[in-house]
């Protein structure tokens, strides 16, 4: 085990040992792990390597990958709260250029996945050295995948490209300066970043911790049918114009126990980033029994910007919303509980193996409060259940 701080982490004994258990089947080198309820941590521990032969510290700088998507989120929402912008408004109108079949989606498609542009299905991923203008442009000019709102489809970077783009074109100030300016910051996430400076990159060193390939794979549609390839994030996700890159739907890095931060900041437990009423708004269910064309036609219920419950594996709390990255990370906070749960790890194995690591930690995490919260959460699910599909072999 890395560093850890005072509290009691007996409560979660069976969560560090299942942790440790998957570092020695290679399904991770390192993780963070963060629990708090009320805003009070419980649990705030590292635990493994960040590279061979060094420890994994809790105040390194790990990457959340979609884990971070809720931070932009609340950046759309807080400029919905001050009345700058509606929900329904069309991304025509603060996007030069949006066109191509895309001119009837709005925010409140982007934010639940529905508006069309995923651009993953044919293979991008946005591992590029592009100017964030460029990469707009390229979406915008992107032809539609479906009439916006008609289906849903995970869109992992390009929407959360477009929101980053919305913010700026209200507000003025870049993506990655307004979610430092008025949400990190001010709920106590000092540490983190939305792309980091390579002169930054220096000054971290060793505290920047890279990702390690432990083999995750993506699906790709092709002439041939759908196939499964290796995706190996090591070879580019640690190149250090990639760190520097702003992607607001995966680039997200810092400490775990910062991301757990925004979460009790939410929860009304550190200085309020957004109204209760908006957390309400953001965690309720926005879309539902729309089969999802990327994630194999699973018809998972969302927020706006969020993940819900029902939506998440591991028996969480009914209300519960959060996110998850890339075969890596989760962080969730539970109103009804009050309760913070954020696991990043440095390894990302194929999504089976990951979503049996993220459903051991959560169901163990909540377990380890016995009766007291049991009545508040939802079923624990298979695995089975949960990919609707028999695990790849």
């Given at each position: 085990?890395?560093?850890?701080?005072?509290?009691?982490?007996s409560?979660?004994?069976?969560?560090?040992?299942?942790?440790?258990?998957?570092?020695?089947?290679?399904?991770?080198?390192g993780?963070?792990?963060?629990?708090?309820?009320?805003?009070?941590?419980?649990?705030?521990?590292?635990?493994?390597?960040s590279?061979?032969?060094?420890a994994?510290?809790?105040?390194?700088?790990?990457?959340?990958?979609?884990?971070g998507?809720?931070?932009?989120?609340?950046?759309?929402?807080?400029?919905?709260?001050?009345?700058?912008?509606g929900?329904?408004?069309?991304?025509?109108d603060y996007?030069?250029?949006?066109?191509?079949g895309?001119?009837?989606?709005?925010?409140?498609?982007v934010?639940?996945?529905?508006?069309?542009f995923?651009?993953?299905?044919?293979?991008?991923?946005?591992?590029?050295?592009?100017?964030?203008?460029?990469?707009v442009?390229?979406?915008?000019?992107?032809?539609?995948?479906?009439?916006?709102?008609?289906?849903?489809g995970?869109h992992p970077t390009?929407?959360?490209?477009?929101?980053g783009?919305?913010?700026?074109?209200?507000?003025?100030?870049?993506?990655?300066?307004?979610?430092?300016?008025?949400?990190?910051?001010?709920?106590?996430?000092?540490?983190?970043?939305?792309?980091?400076?390579?002169?930054?990159?220096?000054?971290?060193?060793?505290?920047?911790?890279?990702?390690?390939?432990?083999?995750?794979?993506?699906?790709?549609?092709?002439?041939?049918?759908?196939r499964?390839?290796?995706?190996?994030?090591?070879?580019?996700?640690?190149?250090?114009?990639?760190?520097?890159?702003?992607?607001?739907?995966?680039?997200?890095?810092?400490?775990?126990?910062?991301?757990?931060?925004f979460?009790?900041?939410?929860?009304?437990?550190?200085?309020?980033?957004?109204?209760?009423?908006?957390?309400?708004?953001?965690?309720?269910?926005?879309?539902?029994?729309?089969?999802?064309?990327?994630?194999?036609?699973?018809?998972?219920?969302?927020?706006?910007?969020?993940?819900?419950?029902?939506?998440?594996?591991g028996?969480?709390?009914?209300?519960?919303?959060?996110?998850?990255?890339?075969?890596?990370?989760?962080?969730i906070?539970?109103?009804?509980?009050g309760?913070?749960?954020?696991?990043v790890?440095?390894?990302?194995?194929?999504?089976?193996?990951?979503?049996?690591?993220?459903?051991?930690?959560?169901?163990?995490?909540?377990?380890?409060?016995?009766?007291?919260?049991?009545?508040?959460?939802?079923?624990?699910?298979?695995m089975?259940?949960?990919?609707?599909?028999?695990?790849?072999?």
């Amino acid at each position: 085990m890395g560093n850890s701080d005072k509290t009691d982490n007996s409560l979660f004994t069976e969560v560090i040992e299942a942790l440790e258990r998957q570092r020695s089947e290679g399904l991770h080198p390192g993780a963070q792990v963060y629990v708090s309820r009320f805003g009070e941590p419980l649990l705030d521990i590292a635990l493994g390597e960040s590279a061979p032969g060094r420890a994994l510290e809790r105040d390194d700088v790990m990457l959340w990958y979609s884990s971070g998507k809720p931070v932009t989120t609340v950046a759309i929402l807080q400029l919905w709260e001050r009345g700058r912008i509606g929900l329904d408004d069309r991304v025509a109108d603060y996007v030069d250029g949006w066109g191509a079949g895309k001119e009837r989606v709005t925010i409140r498609h982007v934010l639940t996945h529905t508006g069309g542009f995923t651009m993953i299905r044919a293979g991008e991923t946005f591992d590029k050295n592009l100017s964030y203008a460029e990469a707009v442009a390229r979406i915008a000019a992107t032809p539609a995948e479906w009439e916006p709102g008609t289906k849903a489809g995970y869109h992992p970077t390009s929407g959360w490209k477009i929101l980053g783009a919305i913010v700026e074109a209200v507000d003025g100030r870049p993506i990655d300066r307004y979610v430092a300016d008025e949400v990190l910051v001010p709920a106590g996430a000092k540490q983190s970043r939305l792309g980091i400076p390579v002169e930054e990159q220096d000054a971290l060193g060793d505290r920047l911790v890279p990702v390690h390939w432990t083999g995750h794979v993506l699906a790709f549609q092709d002439d041939s049918g759908l196939r499964m390839v290796p995706y190996h994030i090591e070879e580019i996700h640690n190149l250090p114009w990639h760190v520097a890159k702003v992607e607001p739907g995966g680039g997200m890095r810092g400490p775990a126990r910062e991301l757990g931060r925004f979460y009790e900041s939410l929860l009304g437990f550190g200085a309020p980033i957004l109204e209760p009423r908006t957390v309400e708004v953001m965690g309720a269910v926005h879309r539902y029994g729309i089969p999802d064309v990327i994630f194999g036609g699973q018809k998972t219920p969302w927020g706006l910007g969020v993940q819900v419950a029902s939506g998440m594996s591991g028996g969480v709390g009914r209300r519960a919303f959060g996110h998850g990255g890339m075969a890596s990370s989760r962080g969730i906070a539970d109103p009804d509980a009050g309760l913070v749960l954020v696991l990043v790890t440095n390894g990302l194995p194929d999504p089976y193996r990951n979503e049996q690591r993220m459903f051991a930690f959560f169901d163990g995490a909540y377990r380890a409060f016995g009766d007291e919260l049991e009545h508040l959460r939802l079923p624990a699910r298979s695995m089975q259940d949960v990919f609707k599909a028999k695990p790849p072999t």
